[in-house]
């Protein structure tokens, strides 16, 4: 079917062979440049890495993991774990780091392609017997911004991301342009119900692409409910779309024992940091002077608006069956509103939630939906017909100059320093260029693999650490970035027979933050936990800093780790730093009902009955909350404190013996 055809039954669009043609450069050169800007800038990310972990347990037979025993969502989009674990499968004894390498960057210009392509669609009624150059100006904007280039590969989410909102926003432009055709509903054929069926259930995948995203997807449904005609199709619509989302939530109830994946609940999604949201916009602005594109941008909007035709939405009556609200919302105008709207709203979230560590990343999913309608814009060549020839050529003239301002706007951000001599300081924003930061700490260009990261502070220590330590210990990063300190762990009983003694190995637990790159270089049998929560279901359930790194606003104390493994927690085994009467306090914070029960809903072992059970109390262990201090936690659950270890002062002489 030509590109231009109806997606549904009707009539095909008769581009100009010279439109056809411009578009199709304007593809195939910005997919060329975002590919090449991509690539010159590829790295993995240590958040990237830690999906390739849950991968990684995937693939031995432990689940959806992070770590052996203990079920938790430590990635936010669960569509890309899957993805990945899919690569792995079939790319077979492929490096896992460069499975997802390609998997993000195809899918990154997979979506540049799929959004140009859903813009030319767009503007196709408009340019009906009229010859006009479509030329790239918003996507040229997206992929000039750094960051844009940066996480085109990162092993995170973003390239999915992409992919998905792109060719969301191409269907969603064929469904509002299908009942232009005014056919009778029913001759409408089989195929417009099997597209209704496919844009509702990319609609619904949303949620599982990243939890936020539901607010496009849901309101893509919305829509489509709405203009639908009777309610078998609504029907059709609503298990298209809510099927697959509806059944994983229960499994990531039962599972998993949380309403959404433990990230949601380790960077506390429902708080508002609104200050540091508008640190956030100003830090991903002043680099680029991105209010400069958009001035422009919206220059060329207005002019496309005064020389679009008619054609571009046909004010006649509904066809047969179809109320003035449906052709209303089933329409081009709308589907445009749908996605800035659905920009604004992510750009609003984002800066409620005070934005990201790192720099630009989470603002370039509202920044690629406000640049959907202009991702390519046509240059209408004078034919004399709604215009004169002469203003027709006035308004080409300033559509190309402007478009040519952008074009050097473009040039001039590609290659910006972006955040200069912050890039790699961690400074009161918290903010950081991320690629730029490891690329300095571990002294590759590209660090793209695991073993690369063994250059980053500490790394190689920890190896050597557990090496060292085969009757098992908790490992605590030191003052030091060469060594570790060690808190053994109980040693095995003594009338152990020697053969077993021999062959014994005891249990590892490292407490960091960097969890990706900790978590690719220990084996599957090392537990690996942070302080902010990702992979740590304690210090995911304790309340968010008010004033901490935004992303790191969690922050639980390690004497918790100590508390909670078969590790000794008296002097002289543990570290000065920490204090025995807490470790004492956190064991006995433990014993809580509440935290038991939470801790048993991913550490029990999984049957029928413990599913039913989390799936019942998924509200209630998402909710659950407790205190990173152990005597307040103890307070809060009404437990009884233990004794100090140490009597306090009174002044009084010692009694006894």
């Known amino acids: ?148 280039r940066d996480f085109a590969t990162s092993g995170l989410e973003n390239g999915l991301v992409l992919a998905y909102l792109g060719l969301l926003w191409w269907l969603m432009v064929c469904w509002s342009q299908a009942l232009r055709g005014h056919q009778d509903p029913s001759q409408r054929n089989a195929a417009s119900w099997l597209f209704d069926a496919a844009v509702a259930f990319l609609a619904g995948l949303s949620v599982l692409v990243r939890p936020e995203l539901a607010l496009i997807g849901g309101l893509a449904l919305v829509m489509m409910l709405v203009a639908a005609r009777g309610w078998r199709r609504r029907m059709v619509i609503v298990a298209a779309g809510g099927l697959l989302p509806v059944a994983y939530q229960i499994f990531r109830m039962g599972y998993y024992g949380l309403l959404f994946p433990q990230t949601a609940l380790a960077k506390d999604a429902s708080g508002d940091k609104w200050t540091q949201g508008w640190v956030y916009l100003t830090n991903f602005d002043e680099p680029y002077l991105l209010w400069v594109p958009a001035l422009l941008l919206a220059l060329l909007a207005l002019i496309l608006m005064i020389t679009r035709s008619r054609a571009w939405w046909i004010r006649r009556a509904a066809p047969y069956g179809y109320s003035r609200l449906a052709r209303m919302v089933q329409s081009p105008p709308a589907v445009v509103m749908f996605i800035v709207f659905s920009g604004l709203l992510q750009a609003v979230y984002w800066i409620r939630q005070g934005g990201d560590f790192m720099h630009g990343r989470v603002l370039l999913t509202p920044m690629f939906c406000l640049l959907a309608p202009v991702a390519v814009i046509p240059v209408l060549l004078p034919d004399g017909e709604k215009f004169s020839r002469g203003v027709g050529y006035q308004l080409a003239g300033v559509t190309s100059v402007l478009w040519l301002a952008v074009v050097g706007w473009s040039l001039w951000a590609a290659n910006s320093p972006g955040m200069g001599s912050d890039a790699t300081r961690v400074t009161y924003t918290g903010i950081v260029d991320e690629r730029r930061f490891y690329s300095q700490a571990t002294g590759h260009a590209h660090p ?170 998924a509200y209630e262990f998402t909710s659950y909350r407790i205190d990173r201090v152990p005597m307040y936690d103890l307070i809060r659950c009404g437990l009884e404190i233990p004794p100090p270890s140490v009597p306090a002062y009174t002044g009084l002489p010692a009694t006894g013996p």
Not at 31 to 60: E, H, K
Not at 98 to 111: I, M, R
Not at 535 to 547: F, I, K, S, V, Y
């Open 1 to 148: 079917m030509p590109l231009f055809s109806w997606a549904k039954r009707g009539p095909a669009f008769p581009y100009d062979i010279t439109t056809r043609v411009s578009l199709w450069l304007s593809v195939l050169v910005t997919a060329a440049l975002f590919s090449y800007g991509a690539w010159q800038r590829r790295w993995i990310a240590d958040d990237g890495l830690i999906v390739l972990r849950t991968v990684r347990n995937l693939l031995a037979g432990n689940g959806p993991v992070f770590n052996q025993g203990e079920r938790v969502e430590s990635n936010t989009s669960t569509l890309w774990t899957y993805l990945n674990y899919l690569g792995a499968v079939i790319g077979g004894p492929t490096q896992l780091e460069y499975v997802t390498l390609w998997l993000a960057l195809v899918l990154s210009v997979a979506g540049v392609i799929f959004l140009m392509l859903g813009t030319g669609r767009l503007y196709a009624p408009s340019l009906l017997g009229r010859r006009a150059l479509l030329l790239p100006a918003g996507v040229l904007v997206y992929i000039a911004v750094p960051p844009a």
């Open 448 to 617: 793209l693999t695991a073993a690369d990261y063994l250059d980053y502070p500490r790394m190689r220590a920890v190896v050597a650490a557990l090496e060292n330590t085969p009757d098992g210990a908790l490992l605590l990063p030191s003052g030091n970035y060469d060594q570790w300190d060690v808190v053994p762990a109980i040693p095995p009983p003594p009338d152990m027979p020697a053969d077993q003694r021999k062959a014994y190995v005891g249990p590892h637990t490292v407490f960091f933050t960097n969890l990706g790159m900790l978590g690719m270089n220990v084996g599957l049998d090392v537990r690996v936990i942070d302080q902010i929560g990702l992979a740590n279901p304690l210090a995911a359930h304790t309340a968010r800093l008010q004033d901490g790194r935004i992303g790191h606003d969690k922050n639980l104390f390690p004497d918790w780790a100590v508390a909670e493994g078969p590790f000794l927690k008296t002097p002289p085994y543990i570290p000065p730093y920490l204090d025995r009467d807490w470790i004492a306090q956190a064991e006995a914070a433990l014993d809580c009902p509440a935290t038991e029960s939470m801790l048993t809903s991913i550490r029990a072992p999984l049957g029928p009955r413990r599913f039913l059970s989390n799936v019942l109390h």
